[in-house]
């Protein structure tokens, strides 16, 4: 059963880097599939932030492109996440999940979710 | 790279079926049969319900199907139950291998 744990800083001040860590338990990220990056702030709906290949091809939101980095470390089977000069519009919960891409398109299953504060 | 278009609130009664519409347009919904449906409870991850327009998971629940007419994707809820109550998003896959979602709608069971 493939099970996926988000981890890393609750809280993250302004202008600084927000880092996540999923770790990827029941299933070798480097025996395929994408996997995604996906938060929702407070209240509101699912934003897709990027997905990566494990041979590193990388997918981002062109609203986050700029601010954003998805990168992996299939040893620790473990994927990453890095957002820089975060705002408080950055607070949300951030999920992760495996994501199919080719020839279908799904994101299942997915993290717990980690809350992200951006507060200063 | 604009969220695609959905009611904010849907209800029915307990073994009713309910509709929800998942609307884009032909970059995304309408270009692709890749769209897929999550329901999620209060305070809990979303959960894949319906991939690739029509398909369900395996072990997903008969309740559940899902449609698509040009720039609008629909996921049918049958025999409505209470532990349908939620919130349920749409998914598609966007031109230059994005991914966008809906705007979410909340199910309520009457």
């Known amino acids: 059963q493939v099970q996926l744990q988000e981890s890393g800083p609750g809280l993250v001040k302004p202008s600084e880097t927000l880092s996540l860590t999923c770790t990827v338990s029941g299933y070798s990220i480097s025996s395929g599939y994408y996997w995604g990056w996906i938060r929702q702030s407070p209240g509101k709906g699912l934003e897709w932030i990027g997905s990566l290949f494990h041979r590193g091809t990388t997918y981002y939101n062109p609203s986050l492109k700029s601010r954003v980095a998805i990168t992996i470390d299939t040893s620790k089977n473990q994927f990453f996440l890095k957002l820089n000069s975060v705002t408080a519009a950055d607070t949300a919960v951030y999920y992760c999940?495996?994501?199919?891409?080719?020839?279908?398109?799904?994101?299942?299953?997915w993290g717990q979710g980690t809350l992200v504060t951006v507060s200063s | 790279q604009s969220a695609l278009t959905q009611p904010a609130s849907v209800s029915g009664s307990p073994g009713q079926s309910i509709t929800i519409s998942c609307t884009g347009s032909s970059s995304d919904v309408g270009g692709y049969n890749f769209v897929s449906w999550y329901q999620q409870h209060p305070g809990k991850a979303p959960k894949l319900m319906i991939y690739d327009v029509t398909n369900r998971p395996s072990g997903g629940s008969n309740r559940f199907s899902g449609s698509k007419s040009g720039n609008t994707a629909s996921l049918t809820i049958s025999g409505l139950q209470a532990e349908d109550e939620a919130d349920y998003y749409c998914?598609?896959?966007?031109?230059?291998?994005?991914?966008?979602f809906g705007t979410g709608t909340k199910v309520t069971v009457l």
């Open positions: 998914a598609s896959y966007s031109s230059s291998s994005t991914w966008v």
């Open positions: 999940a495996r994501a199919a891409v080719v020839g279908t398109s799904w994101f299942d299953p």
